[in-house]
């Protein structure tokens, strides 16, 4: 009889726990909302790749094929 109070209050215990910390995230959520927002927006700008890289020397980037390069009609041509 003593084992079956102790495992109730051990769940409970366990429950009241879980509760608590979870209420303490979403206060703390609350509380701080204006100064999380921004910051994770710029956290998220920060890590998004489709923005591209900056001007590294590491980075590669596609040349246009000669067919996709048109000549400009007032530039001098090479038989000149």
Avoid: C, H
């Avoid at 209050?9 to 100064?35: C, D, H, K, Q």
């Amino acid at each position: 009889m003593v084992k079956k109070d102790v495992e109730l209050g051990l769940w409970g215990t366990l429950l009241v726990t879980a509760g608590a910390v979870l209420l303490s995230w979403a206060a703390y959520e609350i509380a701080f909302l204006p100064i999380l927002r921004p910051s994770r927006g710029a956290v998220d700008r920060s890590l998004d790749l489709k923005q591209g890289a900056p001007d590294d020397e590491g980075v590669e980037t596609s040349k246009p094929e000669e067919s996709e390069v048109r000549e400009d009609s007032t530039a001098p041509s090479k038989q000149e």
